[in-house]
């Protein structure tokens, strides 16, 4: 079936680098791509991953691995503003979003 | 720029009547989506329209809702009767092309069917 899979939570501390990964199951398969959601409020979008590799925007980086249907967003240097959640979702033949990540940040 | 505007934010009804969602999305953007929220289901795509054209409805949940977008700069989402399991955040979107283009999200209705 067409699904994403990522964690339901991590917990990170201030300063810290965290991970997030997704994986994604589906034929019709163009890129992926992350939104950050904060508690009350909309998605935003992140970066978007069409090739394999790494993608750097600022403190935030997303990696993509088509062979092994999977990827990932990387957050250095992290702030208590940080604390959101966070969504893969696969642009395709289908646009699904994964069921989100909730980042919490320890000070 | 004003970003994807929705309306109303905050909409509470009671079972069986109808609601109506509306989006303005940015202008340009040649693509539109709905979207629906809760905590058992996360982020769904309800449908999505390219210029002006329902290109996918899959995600509709049943014939209780329909969706048009009469011009580039307006759509409704409508509920029909509506239902308690209804409730939500129904969120618009627009983007340039559906792929790689980010999806510019509005701040979304937030829907309580007593």
């Known amino acids: 079936g067409q699904s994403l899979e990522q964690p339901s939570e991590v917990t990170a501390v201030e300063g810290a680098i965290v991970q997030i990964n997704c994986t994604y199951q589906?034929?019709?398969?163009?890129?992926l791509s992350w939104y950050q959601q904060h508690d009350g409020g909309a998605p935003t979008f992140l970066s978007y991953?069409?090739?394999?590799g790494l993608e750097e925007t600022g403190r935030f980086s997303s990696f993509l691995s088509r062979s092994d249907s999977y990827g990932y967003l990387l957050l250095q240097e992290l702030q208590m503003k940080d604390s959101a959640s966070y969504f893969c979702?696969?642009?395709?033949?289908?646009?699904?979003f994964g069921k989100g990540t909730r980042l919490h940040i320890l000070p | 720029d004003a970003g994807v505007i929705q309306s109303p934010r905050h909409e509470v009804t009671e079972m069986g009547q109808e609601v109506t969602l509306r989006c303005k999305p940015i202008?340009?953007?040649?693509?539109l989506f709905w979207y629906r929220q809760t905590m058992m289901r996360g982020l769904e795509l309800l449908i999505y329209?390219?210029?002006?054209?329902?290109?996918?409805d899959s995600g509709m949940p049943e014939d209780r809702f329909s969706a048009k977008m009469p011009n580039a700069s307006f759509s409704t989402l409508k509920i029909q009767p509506s239902e308690p399991r209804d409730s939500a955040v129904y969120f618009c979107?627009?983007?340039?092309?559906?792929?790689?283009?980010?999806?510019?999200f509005g701040d979304g209705t937030r829907l309580s069917i007593l």
């Open positions: 329209f390219n210029n002006n054209v329902p290109i996918d």
């Open positions: 979702a696969q642009q395709g033949d289908k646009i699904i």
């Open positions: 979107a627009s983007s340039f092309s559906g792929g790689s283009q980010p999806q510019h």
């Open positions: 202008s340009g953007h040649d693509y």
């Open positions: 991953n069409a090739l394999d």
């Open positions: 589906t034929s019709g398969f163009y890129g």
